[in-house]
């Protein structure tokens, strides 16, 4: 008995010894690859603001701790944006067919619930299942047209009265975007009326926003995308207006200022005047226009960029223009809030926020504008130091 009890004894101690070990390498390996924090709900928040326009579009779909996409739209409702425009891709949710991965979709809506944020979703990426070997994850053959509107009339039954916008697909007048496939009007025009009325049976509250259209002056039959005001002039012809409710139309200044002048040669902010005469063209004047991407970047060593004193005004001017023409302009969405990661290159400097949550002077000042804290003469105010 006393051999058994002693080899009983020395089997514990090998056990505890090992369980000592694995204890010690869990911990290990916690603070080498930490766990990514959850994040509970706050009360339930409303966004305070004097100017409903004032939208940014969110990069959240790569962000890995759940705190930060948290944080992120705290510091969008602090700022005084009502809506968000974030894309949510179809090969993130479904990449397996049939089989579809909600949790990263999930958190973002859930937390710009909480926050009181509208959101604006655009639609877009082919999982690889839905489109032929070595294309790009842009590429969108005819044939898959029935399979991506099962995934946004999917998309549209979960998350319906949360969000209730959404964008088909994005600047569809650039062939990067269809995977180098001819630019064509008609195609677009075929997936809208695909999509519209399923989405709307899905969801009687959808707004579908069309186009996303990216300013260029291409010509037709350039490889690389057709000018905007041309495609939006063939999206009539090809009778988009019936699979429609809202445009959706991206403006950037680039190096011109807030002020200039509408140019069918040019390319700067007020273009959207010109998109806006082609919808009166036909007909259209009472569909109203979203600008889901816009702004000013103050890299110093990008050809197209202002400087940042620059960046703030344009900025600024461009929200009090949209403000001047609100019967028609329902948004105006900055890009962008944030990054998960610097790239290194001028893109940085298209951001609101930095990466680990330093907040520029041009989040001030828009903060500033939408709670009517402006100061003549101060073009951002950041709080005092605590």
Known sequence: MNKILGFLR????????????????????????????????????????????????????????????????????????????????????????????????????????????????????????????????NYLPEESFDDFVQFAVDFATRYEGIVDDIIIWNEPNLGFEWGYQEVLPERYVRLLQAVYQPLHDANPNMNVLAGALAPTLEPVGSPHGMNDLIYLEGLYQAGAADYFDTLAVHAYGLEQPQSAEPDEESLNFRRIELVR???????????????????????????????????IANTIDAFHWADEHQNWIENLCIWVLRYPRDTGRYPDNWTLITPNFQLKPIYYAIQNYALGQESEGTLWLPPPAS
């Open 277 to 311: 005469e082609v919808m009166q063209r036909y007909d259209d004047e009472e569909t109203p226009i979203i600008v889901t991407e816009s702004g000013w970047n103050d890299n110093p060593r990008w050809t197209l960029a202002v400087r940042p004193s620059q960046r």
């Open 10 to 137: 020395a089997q514990g101690r090998k056990y505890w010894a090992w369980a000592i070990r694995l204890f010690v390498l869990w911990l290990i390996v916690g603070a080498v690859y930490p766990v990514s924090h959850r994040a509970p709900l706050q009360p339930p928040q409303i966004v305070q603001t004097r100017h409903q326009q004032v939208c940014v579009h969110t990069d959240l779909k790569d962000e890995v701790d759940e705190w930060k996409i948290q944080r992120s739209l705290q510091l969008v409702r602090e700022m005084g944006a009502t809506t968000i425009v974030e894309f949510f891709p179809w090969a993130y949710a479904e990449s397996n067919e049939d089989q579809y991965r909600w949790y990263q979709f999930d958190r973002i809506t859930r937390h710009a619930q909480n926050q009181g944020i509208r959101v604006i979703a655009r639609l877009g990426l082919v999982p690889d299942w839905a489109r032929p070997a070595e294309t790009t994850l």
